[in-house]
């Protein structure tokens, strides 16, 4: 029933910046809490960021941290991932996810609902 869907992604030179933007649907009416992850080629899923029902509890993962925000604006039922300063590590696809609970989660698992991804590229 919920629907997530990525957009926002691009080619960006490193040091540059992108914001990102999941669009949810089903969602209204209950309470989710949403995170971010991304998956290089070759490489596991990982966490970017998570973010309460509210707004008022983030997580960061450490590889973003300071460089990443995470926010929503549930009037939109839109979750964005601003990225400032980017690194080629960073080259990835982007996923947003919901999970229906107030707690806020970092592991994947516990999240439920999951968008198709957008493309990100850090040249160096």
């Known amino acids: 029933q919920v629907q997530l869907v990525e957009s926002g992604g691009g080619l ?3 040091g ?10 089903g969602t209204t009416g209950s309470t989710y809490a949403m ?3 991304r ?5 596991e899923r990982m966490f970017v960021a998570a973010i309460s029902f509210s707004g008022g ?25 601003q990225m400032d300063s980017l690194k080629p590590e960073d080259t990835a696809v982007y996923y947003c996810a919901a ?3 107030t707690v806020v ?5 516990m999240y439920a609902f999951w968008g198709q991804g957008t493309q990100v590229t850090v040249s160096s």
């Open 35 to 37: 995170g971010w992850f």
């Open 12 to 14: 960006v030179q490193a």
């Open 105 to 109: 989660y970092t592991i994947e698992r």
């Open 16 to 25: 540059g910046s992108l914001r990102l933007s999941c669009a949810a649907s």
């Open 57 to 81: 509890i983030t997580y960061y993962g450490a590889s973003v941290k300071g460089r990443v925000t995470i926010s929503r604006d549930n009037a939109r039922n839109t979750v964005y991932l």
């Open 99 to 101: 999970a229906h609970s």
């Open 39 to 43: 998956q290089a080629p070759g490489k």
